[in-house]
């Protein structure tokens, strides 16, 4: 069974950083995306950053851009987001994504279960 774990929230005061972590543990055959979304009280998710399967392109909203990256190491089938710089208004609830090939006809998307990060003083 596939599955994502999350790790690396947490509490952390404006300007500082936090890197999370989303390891896909299972059998698959591969990963053709991944990526960081984020849902605030009240609010829509919305995506942080996304990277391809060999690493690039990678995407990134708007309000984060330059402050947050997103990264992935195949090795381990683990994509990483350092953020920097931290806002109020980064706290969220962050959410690992993944598009996996299962086997090479069979291709279905994957949730962490979220991993909170609050951002305050």
């Known amino acids: 069974q596939v599955q994502l774990v999350e790790s690396g929230g947490g509490l952390v005061q404006p300007g500082g950083s936090l890197r999370l972590s989303c390891a896909v543990s299972?059998?698959?055959?591969?990963?053709?995306?991944m990526g960081w979304y984020r849902q605030a009280p009240g609010k829509q998710r919305e995506l942080v950053a996304a990277?391809?399967?060999?690493?690039?392109?990678?995407n990134y909203a708007d309000s984060v851009k330059g402050r947050f990256t997103i990264s992935r190491d195949n090795a381990k089938n683990t994509v990483y987001l350092q953020m920097n710089s931290l806002k109020p208004e980064d706290k969220a609830v962050y959410y690992c994504?993944?598009?996996?090939?299962?086997?090479?006809?069979?291709?279905?998307?994957?949730w962490g279960q979220g991993t909170q990060v609050t951002v305050s003083s």
């Open positions: 994504n993944a598009a996996i090939w299962i086997t090479t006809a069979q291709r279905a998307a994957y």
């Open positions: 299972g059998s698959i055959f591969s990963i053709a995306a």
């Open positions: 990277i391809l399967g060999g690493g690039s392109p990678t």
